[in-house]
């Protein structure tokens, strides 16, 4: 399994390969993870270039290079050359990142068989965002190096049916991400999370958990605010989540805008106790996305059993028709009516979260998804028809 890297930085995509890595190992399977050090703009404080041994797989880290948006890691590149002969599959996660290239070079070699997981990356919305230097490299590298993946891994069937128009040749097969059943059947006491932001006790706190970047729909979500105010004036916004391209004084200035900011707490990354006493001390969750692979966030949020406002570039719908979250359109005005709904019918809501919460513990945990990654696998090295496609 390779990823670019795993800082906490880079939000969900770095936190869900490495879940699929442990739970994929917990099956019995001997996997290998291997990634750089990168971590915005401190790298990783870890053992370069040597085997770490982890409960149910081994990761190593490779040290590397950052120029603006791009990194490269020698390092990596000359040890995939060197050892990925001896792998009989490999799995390349995330697309447009330079370390990902010598993966697909070194397994073409070898001869080796490649799973690629474009994580979202190659959504609509995703290849319109500089839209003339991802179409270079796209034709150039990455469509090339898809062609002869032996499967295409999409989180979702909206995500499978938007690599259709790129008249791909490869297999798509559709799996989800999960998460841990046991790490939310009991939340820790809200009041760990209030004692670290005093003064929110009262409040009908709102929580959106993810990085602070353009296709997350904070834009949208600022207006969208300055309305439930209108209804709710005890509403409050509580954003949390890292800002690794200096996006937020644009945030920010949303929602002075509108003049709501007042209504808004930035907390930065929270992890472990904290973003779950967060989940406890919340009303409301929402993503008001422009476009996700499938966001662990939100998986998150539905198995703390919080009513969720999730737009369709979330891409979710199963979670509509079980009637355990609102999907909503890309819109402020469909955002803050879902709000209102919630906040002003609490009974209602909660059920909701009742039935989302149930809805991911019965087919969204990670060891059922490991599984059904293994079969992808196992179709591959036996040259078999790929399983889960559309």
Known sequence: ?????????????????????????????????VTTNSNGDRPLDVPLQVWIEEESYRIQYFPCRIWGDYKWSQAICQWLFQSIHDYNLAHVNAIFSLPNLPVYWAAQHHQVPYVVTP????????????????????????????QKAKAIHALAHQEAN???????????????????????????????????????????????????????????LAPALAKVLDHFPTAHLVIAGPDNIGFLPTVQSYF????????????????????????AAAQVYVAPSYS???????????????????????????AATAQATYVVDINSESIAHALVQCLANPQAAQEMGERARQLIFSDYT?????????????????????????
Not at 127 to 144: A, I, M, S, V
Not at 375 to 385: G, H, T
């Open 1 to 33: 399994m390779t990823l670019p890297s795993i800082g906490v930085v880079y939000g969900g995509p770095s936190q869900s390969v490495l879940q699929l890595v442990k739970a994929i190992g917990a099956q019995g399977i001997s996997i290998d993870f």
């Open 119 to 146: 994580r979202g990356m190659l959504e609509p919305w995703a290849l319109g965002y500089k839209q003339d230097k991802k179409r270079f490299y796209y034709h150039l590298l990455e469509k090339p190096a898809l």
């Open 162 to 220: 938007s690599l259709l128009p790129l008249q791909l040749t490869t297999p798509i097969a559709v799996i989800p991400n999960g998460t841990h059943r046991a790490e939310f059947e009991v939340l820790p006491d809200p009041i760990l999370f209030h004692q670290v932001f005093p003064g929110l006790e009262d409040k009908n706190i709102i929580l959106f958990l993810g990085r602070i970047d353009p296709k997350k729909g904070l834009d949208l």
């Open 256 to 279: 002075q805008k509108v003049q709501c900011y007042h209504a808004v707490t930035f907390t930065g990354m929270l992890t472990g106790d904290l973003k779950k006493a967060a989940l």
């Open 292 to 318: 996700e692979g499938f966001s662990i966030s939100v998986l998150e949020g539905m198995a703390s059993g919080l009513p969720c406002i999730i737009t369709t570039g979330c891409n979710f719908p199963e």
């Open 366 to 390: 990670w060891d059922s998804i490991a599984k059904k990654m293994i079969r992808v696998y196992e179709a591959i090295l036996n040259d078999r028809p790929i399983p889960y496609t559309q």
